[in-house]
């Protein structure tokens, strides 16, 4: 029945006149599937270099960000690990923590608002993106204020980070593996300008006009 189902899901697949894939991973999903080359519409960062921030004033600039929930896949307890073993670093998590997982150099935040995440996202030192994404915001949102990515080589960070340019990648889930490359990071910095080029490139009006574009091409 399956292969019967499969051959069905394919022709159906192809009644739509456009597909359009987040990423190149999304986009290799639907190939394997549906057998349609989907081109790639990257999804757009809904925070602007310009919008209003507000201060988070106990918290010092120069801390590691991570901005996840306490779900396995997105490796959250990695990077607690990572921060936790390095003496003197300190990492401020937006979203949750897993349990067990307090310390007095990690600062946990929820239910804040834009503006301050704006702030956060611009006096990081660094955003950790340490989980298994299909494209992943974060990276892309923390660039858009000139603030560089140290993510996991995988899925969607593929697609955004331009490693030495506005970002620095690990190859491995251990600890051991972020630290080395936030080390690589401190030793080798990335200019907050340039990085703040890349994260322009998915501004919400360079993807309304990449997406009428698509449309119009289908018309």
């Known amino acids: 029945a399956r292969p019967i189902l499969q051959r069905w899901d394919r022709r159906a697949a192809r009644r739509a006149d456009l597909y359009l894939a ?3 991973t999304v ?18 960062v809904l ?3 310009d919008a209003p921030a507000e201060p988070i004033d106990w918290i010092e600039p120069g ?26 670093e300190r990492l401020v998590v937006v979203g949750s923590l897993p349990d067990g997982s307090d310390h007095p150099r990690i600062t946990v935040l929820s239910g804040i ?11 990081a030192r660094a955003l950790v993106a340490a989980s298994h994404e299909d ?6 949102e923390a660039n858009t204020f000139g603030t560089p990515v140290v993510a996991l080589r995988a899925g969607g960070y593929l697609d955004s980070v331009n490693e030495g340019v506005n970002g620095v990648f ?32 998915y501004s919400l009006p360079a993807f309304t006009e990449r997406l009428h574009d698509w449309v119009n091409s289908v018309q």
């Open 27 to 44: 986009q290799r999903r639907i190939r394997r599937v549906y057998g349609v080359d989907a081109p790639v519409l990257h999804p757009p």
């Open 63 to 88: 801390y590691l960000l991570t901005v996840s929930r306490a779900r396995g896949y997105k490796n959250t307890r990695l990077v607690l690990d990572a921060v936790r073993e390095s003496p003197s």
């Open 135 to 140: 494209f992943g915001l974060t990276p892309v």
């Open 22 to 24: 987040n990423s190149t």
């Open 47 to 49: 925070l602007a270099p």
């Open 170 to 201: 690990f190859d491995v889930e251990t600890p051991d593996a972020i630290r080395a490359a936030v080390a690589d990071l401190d030793r080798n910095p990335l200019d907050r300008s340039a990085v703040a080029q890349e994260g322009a490139k």
């Open 113 to 123: 608002s834009d503006a301050q995440l704006v702030w956060l996202y611009a006096h």
